[in-house]
Each structure stands twice: as C-alpha cells, then as structure tokens.
C-alpha cells in the first residue's frame, strides 16, 4: 500500500516550512521537527569534553517522501525559523516495498562567533 501522498498532506498541515541545502542544492519542504530533550535514552554522541559537559540539542525529523535526505551528503544541513540542524541519522520508513516518508534524528548546530564581533 502507498501511503506517501497521505503522509505528505499531514505533513504539510502539521509541519513547518524548512529548507535542505546540500552544496548548491537547496529545497523548500514540509517537515515535522520535534525536540527529543525529554527522551533519557537520546544519547547521540559523547557529550564529555576536557573543560566539562556539553549541552547537546537533538531533534527528530519527519519529512515527506519527495526529497530522499538518506541519498543528503554527510554536509548537508536543515534550517528551520533561523535555526541550523545537521544529521546524524536518516532513515526510510516503509509499508511493505515502498518509501511513505523519512525520519532521522539531527542536532542543532550554532555559530561560532567572529573575533570581528568582539
């Protein structure tokens, strides 16, 4: 069963608007971002470094079957409201042989600011 064009109209009354640049591509889209800080198992990467303990914020992504963020190159980033996120994860979620829409878990990243501005 395809359930993909179903999955993308929730989507597109659920989601917000993001955007997927990869290089030069860019693409407008659809997609549900949801913080994962409540989930106690989310633990991604290694968050002790030699001055101490870092904040991480991990978000998972739901996105519609159109753009295929599992074929995104390790550069790739999301952006969202002003935000930036990078992926970790990606995935296809299927029903039997086809694609109904793609998840994966990202973490937002944050500008390292300029000794110009200092």
């Known amino acids: 069963m395809d359930y993909s064009k179903e999955c993308k109209k929730y989507l597109e009354k659920l989601g917000q608007s993001v955007t ?13 971002i949801i913080q ?15 001055i ?5 914020e991990y978000y998972q992504y739901i ?6 963020i599992c074929a995104l190159s390790d550069g790739a980033r999301l952006e969202c409201d002003g935000i930036k996120y990078v992926f970790l994860k990606k995935e296809r979620v299927k ?9 994966g878990m990202m973490k937002r990243v944050y500008e390292e600011a300029s000794d110009e501005s200092l």
Do not use: M
Request: hydrophobic share 30%; no cysteine.
């Open 20 to 32: 997927v640049i990869d290089g030069e591509n860019v693409i407008e889209l659809h997609a549900v």
């Open 36 to 50: 994962t800080w409540r989930k106690n198992k989310s633990r991604f990467e290694d968050t002790v470094t030699e």
């Open 52 to 56: 101490g303990r870092s904040r991480k």
């Open 63 to 68: 996105g519609p079957v159109d753009v295929d």
């Open 95 to 103: 029903a039997g042989d086809r694609v109904q829409f793609y998840t």
